[in-house]
């Protein structure tokens, strides 16, 4: 969201549960929370991604955990309820957007989440004292598109000097048919840290550059969590579909 310009926020309640909201600024979807059950995770692409985060580490142990864009604040909710004693932070970039998310959806009591008001370009720099973070979870859009800076090696490398030893970043990525978002987030990991293990998941159709949609791409810079690709392709939703390696090479740039 861009602060200083009027939006029309507004929460929907979801026909599929009692307790269910979905988040719509200027009539697009943000985020879902279902404040009963944080855990369920509506979303297809929040949901692969919540599959990433329990990989990480032992199933349960707490996590220091990074949210560059806040939304509903879903992802950080899953991680209080998923992983106790968790310390967490979250950027947003828009103060009246925060405000009313937490007025209709107070965070759980106990859950140790810090909320930094300001754009994430600007802030990552600040946060060198909180480091390092277990997961960086990046999701920044204004409606459907992302800022400029997201596809940059100099952001994706201020993210990934923040990941701690065996640590995650995990970048969200809303596609239009055929890749092209993808191709330029994976080209700015890879100039940030040559070294780094990347996967990529999302539903096949849009993995083939059918079709448009959401894909999670990670980057590991100590090398991916053990049958990482196996759960996700076993945990959907599906069809899901899960690049590494020489496939993923060949999804992205084709024969060489």
Same mark, same amino acid.
């Given at each position: 969201?861009?602060?200083?310009?009027?939006?029309?926020?507004?929460?929907?309640?979801?026909?599929?549960?009692?307790?269910?909201?979905?988040?719509?600024?200027?009539?697009?979807?943000?985020?879902?929370? &279902?404040?009963?059950?944080?855990?369920?995770?509506?979303?297809?692409?929040?949901?692969?991604?919540?599959?990433?985060?329990?990989?990480?580490?032992? @199933?349960?142990?707490?996590?220091?955990?990074?949210?560059?864009?806040?939304?509903?604040?879903?992802?950080? %909710?899953?991680?209080?309820?998923? %992983?106790?004693?968790?310390?967490?932070?979250?950027?947003?970039?828009?103060?009246?957007?925060? &405000?009313?998310?937490?007025?209709?959806?107070?965070?759980?009591?106990?859950?140790?989440?810090?909320?930094?008001?300001? +754009?994430?370009?600007?802030?990552?720099? +600040?946060?060198?004292?909180?480091? @390092?973070? +277990?997961?960086?979870?990046?999701?920044?859009?204004?409606?459907?598109?992302?800022?400029?800076?997201?596809?940059?090696?100099?952001?994706?490398?201020?993210?990934?000097?923040?990941?701690? @030893?065996?640590?995650?970043?995990?970048?969200?990525?809303?596609?239009?048919?055929?890749?092209? %978002?993808?191709?330029?987030?994976?080209?700015?990991?890879?100039?940030?840290?040559?070294?780094?293990?990347?996967?990529?998941?999302?539903?096949?159709?849009?993995?083939?550059?059918?079709?448009?949609?959401?894909?999670?791409?990670?980057?590991? @810079?100590?090398?991916?969590?053990?049958?990482?690709?196996?759960?996700?392709?076993?945990?959907?939703?599906?069809?899901?579909?899960?690049?590494?390696?020489? %496939?993923?090479?060949?999804?992205?740039?084709?024969?060489?």
């Amino acid at each position: 969201m861009e602060p200083g310009r009027q939006h029309r926020i507004e929460f929907e309640a979801d026909i599929f549960s009692a307790t269910g909201l979905t988040l719509l600024v200027d009539g697009t979807a943000q985020s879902h929370v &279902d404040p009963d059950d944080p855990t369920r995770l509506f979303f297809e692409y929040v949901r692969r991604i919540g599959h990433v985060v329990d990989a990480i580490g032992l @199933p349960g142990s707490p996590l220091h955990a990074l949210h560059l864009g806040g939304g509903a604040l879903t992802l950080a %909710r899953y991680i209080a309820a998923t %992983r106790p004693g968790s310390r967490q932070v979250v950027v947003e970039l828009d103060p009246e957007l925060l &405000d009313l998310v937490l007025a209709r959806l107070p965070l759980p009591i106990g859950a140790d989440i810090a909320l930094v008001v300001g +754009d994430a370009a600007s802030v990552i720099g +600040d946060l060198a004292s909180q480091m @390092p973070f +277990d997961v960086v979870i990046v999701d920044l859009y204004a409606r459907l598109e992302p800022p400029a800076f997201v596809a940059t090696p100099s952001f994706m490398s201020g993210c990934l000097a923040l990941v701690a @030893p065996g640590g995650l970043l995990t970048v969200n990525v809303a596609d239009a048919a055929g890749l092209e %978002r993808l191709r330029a987030q994976a080209r700015a990991v890879a100039r940030a840290d040559p070294t780094a293990e990347l996967l990529v998941t999302a539903d096949a159709s849009v993995l083939s550059g059918d079709d448009e949609g959401n894909a999670v791409l990670v980057a590991a @810079p100590d090398g991916l969590p053990g049958r990482l690709a196996e759960r996700l392709a076993a945990n959907g939703p599906h069809p899901a579909e899960v690049l590494t390696g020489a %496939r993923l090479d060949f999804a992205l740039w084709g024969a060489c």
